[in-house]
C-alpha cells in the first residue's frame, strides 16, 4: 500500500478532536521525554534547541533524527487496539477508534479497505 493522506469530513475531524482531547492525558505522560513530534507544547524548534544543548554541554559530535519509514503505514490493528484498550476501558470508545482505523480510502477512484495501518492527516495521527 502506498502512503495515503486521510483527510476527515468536519464531523469525523470534530469526534477525533475531543477523543484526542481525552486519550492525549492519558498516554502522553507515557512516551519519552526525548520526544517531539506531535507533542502538546512541543515543537520541532525545541528538538532542536535540544539536540544543541547535547552537542554543547555532552561534548557529542551527532545528533540522530529517526523517521521509520512506513511505520505508520504497517501498524496492526488488533495490536494497537489491545494495547490502547489497557489503558481505556470504554468499549465504545474503542469500537469507535477502531472504526477511524478501518476507514477505506480512495485509491485510483476505488474505495479500498484498510486492514493495517493508520490514518494519516487527522487529528488522532498522532
Known amino acids: 500500500m502506498q502512503f495515503a493522506l486521510t483527510v476527515p469530513v468536519v464531523v469525523d475531524r470534530l469526534v477525533q478532536q475531543m477523543i484526542l482531547q481525552v486519550l492525549?492525558?492519558?498516554f502522553d505522560p507515557t512516551f519519552s521525554n526525548s520526544?517531539?513530534?506531535?507533542?502538546?507544547g512541543r515543537s520541532a524548534h525545541m528538538a532542536l534547541e535540544q539536540a544543541r544543548k547535547y552537542v554543547a554541554r555532552?561534548?557529542?559530535?551527532?545528533?540522530?533524527?529517526?523517521d521509520l519509514e512506513k511505520f505508520f503505514?504497517?501498524?496492526?490493528?488488533?495490536?494497537?487496539?489491545s494495547r490502547v484498550a489497557r489503558r481505556i476501558g470504554d468499549?465504545?470508545?474503542?469500537?469507535?477508534?477502531?472504526h477511524f482505523l478501518q476507514a477505506g480510502l480512495m485509491q485510483d477512484g476505488v474505495c479500498v479497505a484498510r486492514d493495517e495501518g493508520t490514518p494519516q492527516?487527522?487529528?488522532l495521527t498522532p
Open 91 to 98: 468499549k465504545r470508545l474503542l469500537l469507535i477508534i477502531r
Open 73 to 81: 503505514d504497517r501498524v496492526n490493528h488488533d495490536i494497537l487496539m
Open 24 to 26: 492525549n492525558p492519558i
Open 58 to 66: 555532552e561534548g557529542r559530535e551527532f545528533v540522530v533524527d529517526l
Open 35 to 40: 520526544s517531539y513530534g506531535f507533542r502538546p
Open 121 to 123: 492527516g487527522g487529528p
